[in-house]
């Protein structure tokens, strides 16, 4: 799936959504798979995903916070980054990562995690993901099959892409009415930002 979809023309889908404006949304979910499917090749090959997602407790969490939302979990992907960044993002494609640094750093606090991946849940359902598609293809790579190297170029600028303050925060509002509806505490979602303060105070680098 990866490599089929990573090889439709970029060019094309851009270029028909210019002729024929009314395609531009279904263009646009288009271009979201092939930017989606690129950001998993280019995290397989660098920094590299976990092969162990389906059993990992992280993953029944991410299911819960998809039963809550009213999502289909056949339509998301879920996986698990090996790099000790602290970090977690929704990618093109309703896709949610987080890396191996922030299951360490939430210590096993399954309210803390159920935010977090509330959070990034609800970036795909407010829709920001869409403009991440064009964000993260760049013009540079209009007109061209998207290689390996791009593929990890494409997730690297999503791994350290900032959203704007708005979506950051009409995600944690969503995220934690999410985190309510789990049946998780409320608290969670607080703890996990001052848990994240902490880090950025004392390990800058893994922010």
């Known amino acids: 799936m990866v490599r089929a979809a990573t090889h439709v023309s970029v060019f094309v889908l851009l270029a028909v959504a210019c002729v024929q404006p009314a395609m531009a949304g279904f263009i646009d979910d288009m271009l979201e798979n092939v930017v989606g499917a690129a950001v998993v090749q280019g995290l397989k090959s660098e920094p590299g995903l ?20 009213g999502q ?6 879920f996986g698990i980054v090996n ?8 990618a093109p494609g309703n896709q949610v990562f987080v890396t191996e640094g922030i299951l360490e750093a939430v210590q096993g606090q399954d309210q803390e ?11 795909i359902l ?9 964000i993260a293809i760049g013009t540079s ?13 494409i997730a690297t600028r999503l791994l350290t892409y900032k959203q704007s303050q708005k979506d950051e925060f ?6 934690m009415y999410l985190l309510w509806k789990s049946g ?6 607080l703890a996990l930002m001052r848990r994240l303060e902490t880090v950025k105070a004392t390990s800058p680098s893994l922010i």
């Open 170 to 175: 009409r995600a944690d509002d969503r995220g």
């Open 83 to 90: 790099d000790r960044q602290v970090n977690a993002f929704a």
């Open 72 to 77: 289909n979990p056949s339509k998301y992907q």
């Open 113 to 123: 995690l159920a935010f977090c991946l509330g959070h990034e849940v609800s970036h």
């Open 141 to 153: 790579l209009v007109g061209k099959v998207i290689t390996n190297q791009e593929a990890i170029g």
């Open 50 to 69: 976990s092969t162990n997602v389906a059993t990992h407790p992280s993953n029944g969490t991410f299911l819960t916070i998809l039963k809550v939302a």
């Open 126 to 134: 407010n829709g920001d993901t869409k403009s991440l598609a064009r």
């Open 184 to 189: 998780q505490n409320l608290s969670g979602g």
